[in-house]
């Protein structure tokens, strides 16, 4: 046996609202979508660099209000990113933890968390 991946799956409740913050203010690629139908909920995965998630407007998938960690390095690099963006509904600190981790919080319009995470080298500046 050998576990490859984890792709968490996010509820997401208006398709618009998912690709101005997924898409176009953290910078994820669609990789795909689907649909039952063309009325029904959409189901996609998007990707950034090695990172997947899945995307879910289905009622039975997963609860609304969850949290995930993404470990990265480059953190200051997409904090910078992300402020030079102006996205009218996020303005995300660099917080340094008592974990020695610089950590960049972000609520998506879900009410789902993502927490970009990077081991310190040194202390937080500025």
Known sequence: MNLEQLVPILRIFDEAKAREFYVDFLGFNVDWEHRFEPDM???MQISKGVIRLH???HHGDCS???????????????H???LDKKYKYA???LEETPWNTLEC???????????FSEPMSGKLEG
């Open 105 to 115: 919080r972000i609520g998506d319009p879900f009410g789902n968390r993502i927490v």
């Open 55 to 57: 995307l879910s407007e």
């Open 41 to 43: 909920p959409l189901y």
């Open 80 to 82: 910078k990113d992300l």
């Open 91 to 93: 303005r995300p600190g």
């Open 64 to 78: 609304p209000g969850s949290a995930i960690r993404i470990e990265m390095t480059g953190i200051r690099e997409l």
